[in-house]
């Protein structure tokens, strides 16, 4: 792995600074996105739970779109189309956006949506797998709907769901890689970049490689912690 | 026909059959009974090597199994099993459920194999439901299948591991006149049951066991009425008080 | 906003030359995904420790790699590998098809391997004793017992990350090759018009996946086997 003390081409640094670069906007752009999913996909998913009106309507178009349409091409969607679509001001506004930012914003808000209506869709199996007492006795003792979600079903759909939930984070990380693209140098591109200025293929690609192994294994070490503390004492565990 | 000698086996540290001798003879209807966690499961499994042993030696007609031999195809034509749970094979029809090993273990042509699944069907008195699937049948009838499959390689030997503890009890019955007619053949078989009217009734001899040994062995008539060990009596007071 | 439903329909032959070729991925990733995924799952379960120890090495690099990674992988390396092998010296062209049709199958098989395994798992393991207790090979009893089973317990599963794999194949986009979504970009770097040929694919991909997860939704319902009321 000698190749990553070695200069590059423009004198600034070594390859390593690029590999750390590329991590750096891997890892923002995957925390960031998995913010946005937990906080729409949440919400999203409690919406369609509820019981009638227009809302989990909503919920059900939002869910399917974002679930039916590869992200590569919501990608494209965020960076090349919606500029034309807005009044002209804001599509000239965004244009004009520097250039690491104007395909990081685009991909933070499309990677954070695109994983929210999956989150939404495990965090609704989560709360229909509740026995329905726990609604009613939440009703019983007068909470209300907002109440009675943040304290008694999240809280309890977020136990059982979280296994899935250790799969998407998984995922986002490896998401995160279609930003290149639209011109964002993650990991991935950069592994490109380094494999086009020196030819040392395997030394390139088989660095980012290891650094993906890395990340999977930290992120799924952290859920696995995250889960064993969140185990309530005394409840069965999946595996009798 | 069947001769056990000397057989242990553990798991792990746990010896779970400790020693056991036994000897069946031909057309012998054995049954064995004892308390949970006795062993009585595993060393019914051992007969067709569904369990390995890892000291002594059984004898299954010609055949000798003891640790370390592994060719068990001869064995398992010679024995059947039947489960507790039946098993039967739920994306198969009934007729395919009987045919299946049929054609696959024994190479019997496809024609000959229907054959004598419908009649090994009739026998068991199922033959209106050939084409239906296992989940469509009551629990009484899959384990009628079940036996038929069994039947159906023509064994020296039938197995029965507990076959009626899964049914609900207005079917107990239909499997055990099955199971009567059988030994009224003449077929040589070792039951696990907890069904003492049948024990009495059509059983020759009992084998009770406990903690891994076999404790006691008597006639039929004799083990309900007068047992001889402690721990034996001990146990048919507990069941008996029903 | 301007669309040109002109251009659209000029631009509607070749989009569907590469809607074709997304469908030849998607089929060839899914029967050679399928194939080599329950070869590994059957792997997993040997007594072989080296067998075993691998299958699962596989699976768990496959699946913590993002795809566009093992597709630059492939593209860059096939052409090494197969002139080493042949002894030519030199990288070997290969054609982008045949480097795609073996980056799917590769990387989709990790992921039809672990559903194929679920669905071993899901099989009563009174079901294993009955095939042997009957005297069947162990070949026999994969083939007529036991996978069928497997693979019918988890049908929604598999026809799921079919869909998944349907929309992975954009991303054969870092290669530039002429699938459903290369197909609207070259068109559209051509002739300027992006959001047109955008939103079309975006509608196309949307039309097709959401019809077949209509379509696993309803064969969820009725992959009982007929059981009793």
């Not at chain 1, 490689?209 to 930290?218: D, M, Q």
């Not at chain 2, 042993?53 to 059984?58: A, F, T, V």
Request: hydrophobic content about 50%; charged content about 15%; some cysteine.
């Amino acid at each position: 792995m000698s190749l990553l003390f070695e200069t590059t081409p423009d004198g600034a640094g070594r390859y390593f600074d690029w590999i750390i670069d590329g991590l750096a906007w891997t890892l923002c752009l995957a925390l960031g996105a998995w913010a946005i999913a937990l906080v729409v996909g949440t919400l999203v998913g409690v919406i369609r739970t509820l019981p009638g009106g227009i809302l989990p309507r909503i919920g059900r178009v939002y869910v399917e779109v974002f679930r039916n349409i590869p992200l590569l091409v919501q990608m494209f969607f965020w960076y090349f189309v919606l500029p034309e679509l807005l009044p002209a001001r804001i599509g000239m506004a965004i244009k004009q956006m520097d250039p690491p930012w104007a395909s990081f914003v685009p991909a933070l808000i499309c990677l954070g949506l695109f994983t929210a209506a999956r989150i939404a869709e495990q965090v609704r199996a989560g709360l229909q797998a509740l026995p329905r007492g726990q609604a009613q006795a939440a009703n019983a003792l007068g909470f209300d709907a907002s109440a009675m979600y943040r304290l008694i079903l999240l809280p309890q759909a977020f136990r059982i769901i979280l296994p899935t939930l250790t799969n998407e984070i998984m995922t986002i990380f490896k998401n995160t890689s279609v930003a290149l693209t639209i011109g964002l140098v993650e990991l991935t591109a950069t592994a490109r970049e380094i494999n086009e200025n020196t030819f040392r293929t395997f030394e390139a690609f088989g660095v980012v490689t290891i650094i993906y192994l890395v990340i999977a294994l930290i992120a799924w070490q952290v859920m696995h912690r995250i889960e064993q503390a969140a185990r309530l004492p005394g409840a069965a565990s999946g595996k009798a | 026909m069947i001769e056990i000698r000397n057989v242990s086996k553990f798991f792990g540290a746990f010896q779970v059959l400790k020693d056991c001798n036994a000897s069946i003879a031909r057309g012998e209807v054995v049954v064995i009974c004892g308390p949970s966690g006795s062993g009585k499961s595993t060393f019914i499994k051992t007969v067709n090597g569904l369990e390995t042993i890892d000291s002594g030696e059984i004898v299954v007609g010609n055949f000798r199994l003891a640790p370390g031999v592994t060719n068990l195809a001869t064995l398992r034509r010679t024995v059947g099993m039947v489960f507790q749970n039946f098993e039967l094979f739920p994306h198969l029809t009934v007729l395919s459920n009987v045919t299946i090993a049929q054609t696959k273990v024994l190479r019997r042509p496809k024609a000959e194999a229907e054959e004598k699944a419908r009649a090994l069907l009739a026998r068991v008195g199922l033959s209106a439901h050939l084409s239906k699937h296992p989940a469509q049948l009551s629990g009484g009838q899959q384990q009628r299948v079940a036996i038929a499959r069994a039947l159906a390689l023509d064994p020296d030997v039938m197995l029965f591991d507990e076959p009626t503890s899964a049914l609900d009890p207005e079917m107990v019955n239909e499997v055990l006149d099955v199971m009567t007619s059988l030994a009224k053949q003449g077929m040589t078989m070792v039951c696990v049951t907890h069904e003492m009217g049948f024990a009495r009734g059509v059983a020759n001899r009992v084998f009770f066991m406990d903690g891994g040994e076999i404790v006691e062995t008597a006639d039929a008539a004799t083990f309900f009425d007068d047992p001889k060990s402690e721990r034996a009596k001990a146990f048919l007071a507990k069941i008996l008080k029903h | 906003m301007r669309v040109d439903l002109a251009a659209l329909v000029s631009a509607w032959p070749f989009l569907m030359k590469g809607l074709w070729f997304t469908l030849e991925i998607t089929l060839v990733g899914v029967a050679g995904g399928v194939i080599f995924g329950s070869l590994l799952a059957v792997a997993r379960l040997s007594q072989n420790r080296v067998l075993s120890g691998f299958a699962t090495a596989y699976v768990n690099l496959m699946r913590s790699i993002p795809l566009i990674l093992v597709i630059f992988w492939v593209f860059f390396l096939v052409p090494w590998a197969i002139g080493w092998l042949t002894n030519h010296g030199r990288p070997v062209a290969v054609g982008a098809s045949l480097t795609i049709f073996t980056t799917f199958v590769l990387f989709e098989a990790a992921y039809y391997a672990e559903i194929v395994r679920a669905g071993f798992r899901s099989i009563s393991p009174g079901q294993y004793s009955a095939c042997e207790a009957l005297g069947l090979s162990k070949f026999h009893a994969y083939i007529y017992i036991l996978f069928p089973q497997a693979i019918r317990n988890v049908l929604p599963i598999l026809l799921t990350q079919t869909i998944i794999l349907f929309q992975d194949t954009s991303l054969v986009y870092v290669i530039s090759a002429t699938d459903l979504l290369g197909a609207a970009t070259k068109i559209a770097q051509r002739d300027g018009r992006l959001v047109e040929m955008y939103l079309t694919v975006g509608v196309i991909y949307f039309v097709f996946c959401y019809a077949a997860s209509q379509f696993v939704k309803q064969l969820q319902g009725r992959l009982s086997y007929g059981a009793r009321p």
